[in-house]
């Protein structure tokens, strides 16, 4: 009787030789995806309509941006206010630090102050460092005294660094915020990819290497329609466009940080477009919702439009 059961037993589990080893298979990670949530930030530099901050939050809200960043320190409890009232997240504020000698403060002492205001909100301080000659490492050591300072100051707040290149400035090239970072050496700091000052100083086939070297260390990235960089250096294309106008790639880019495993937001750089703020803010939405469609989009010059 034993041995006949035991029969049947093998028998019933031969039956199913595909799910049992499809049960010992380990599971597998989900792939990447795209960046989801997109912000905007110097929307309002050059509106014509001049918006207030309770208009401007109403117009991100209702063209589907989920927040926006703020530029400084001025306005920052107002700009808090406004965002709250519309359902929206500050992303970051943008603030500047000064190597150079004689400069009286290094930054912007209202900082302590402002810190408060961003506690659990989950924003950054995205930080442009000038005062130097673009990517002079002798003033490194400068650059870590403060930047371990401010970073010390913002993590009981929960507020996040993100070191931003700037062409032109000592922080110049993403490879400077990765050096610098790593020196800095403090769990709230880290680099920011912003596109239209990487084209300054770039060679595109460099991108991939790039986002590779700053790996973990990259927190932040920010976004437009742009040309290509070889056009860009030379003077004849454009540094910043709505999304969807220009001849880069910008469905390349986003494969390509998909790739390096950033799933973070991603801000949407505004800064000099002329006009009404909403006329270049709705057509990058729409460019940004097709850019999130798999294969979506499209590329290259037969997406440009001046």
Sequence with gaps: MEKA???LLVSCL????????EAAKPVQAAKPSRPREIYAFCMDTHDSRKRSLQEQAELLKELGYAGA?????????DRIRSLDASGLKLFQVYFRVDLSAEAKQPYDPRLKEALPLLKGRGTQIAVLVGGGKPS??????RAVEILREIA??????????ALYPHVNDWLERVED????AKKVDRPNVGVMFNLCHWLKVADEKDLKPLLKLAGPLLVAVSINGADRAVD??????SMILPLGQGAFDMRAFLDALEEAGYVGPVGLQCYGLPGDARDHLAS???AWRKLLEKGGGSKGPESSSR
């Design 136 to 141: 002079d490492v002798s003033l490194d050591p």
């Design 284 to 286: 990058s939405m729409e």
């Design 14 to 21: 031969s039956c199913f030789p595909l799910g049992a080893a």
């Design 177 to 180: 915020g990765v050096r610098v």
């Design 152 to 161: 010390d100051l913002a993590r009981p707040h929960g507020v996040g660094i």
């Design 5 to 7: 059961a035991l029969t």
């Design 232 to 237: 860009v250096r030379s003077g004849k294309g």
């Design 69 to 77: 960043g703020h530029l400084w320190l001025d306005g920052l409890a």
